[in-house]
């Protein structure tokens, strides 16, 4: 066989396999989570921070132990009268933004993935652990270090 008449051969099987692959390839259920984040309006700060002013009706909850927000992808929570965790939205587990904080601990609904409040997994499908973001509180502005 010639290569032309190989090259014919392939004809619709060859043009609908190289479809298939380029429409798989735009299909993702992860999320990048290596992508710089954007600030949300009223937060503040710079590029490396999230500045978070809890007087506001936007981030009161904050002011509450056991609330949390989530702001540019990332959960905030209240853990104690003193200190607050803040981890990213996505779960390691499969990449999904479904994060949030209940009873202590950070958790996603998908597939039941637990996460202490230093992002350290707590179950199976938590064991790749999540990231976390260092936080400091001065006064009624809470930063968050990116």
Do not use: W
Not at 83 to 106: I, L, M, P, W
């Amino acid at each position: 066989m010639s290569r032309m008449e190989f090259l014919k051969s392939l004809g619709l099987k060859g043009a609908s396999l190289f479809a298939v692959y380029c429409a798989a390839s735009g299909l993702s259920s992860c999320v990048n989570e290596s992508m710089e984040p954007t600030l949300p309006p009223g937060t503040g700060g710079n590029a490396n921070e999230l500045n978070l002013d809890l007087s506001t009706s936007a981030y009161s909850k904050l002011n509450t132990v056991g609330n949390y927000v989530i702001v540019n992808s990332i959960v905030i929570a209240r853990v104690s009268q003193t200190d607050f965790a803040a981890v990213t939205q996505v779960c390691s587990h499969e990449g999904r933004k479904k994060v949030y904080y209940k009873n202590g601990e950070f958790y996603c609904p998908e597939h039941g993935a637990r996460f202490d409040t230093s992002g350290k997994g707590l179950n199976s499908k938590g064991s790749k652990g999540i990231k976390n973001y260092a936080t400091e509180l001065t006064g009624t502005t809470l930063k968050v270090f990116l």
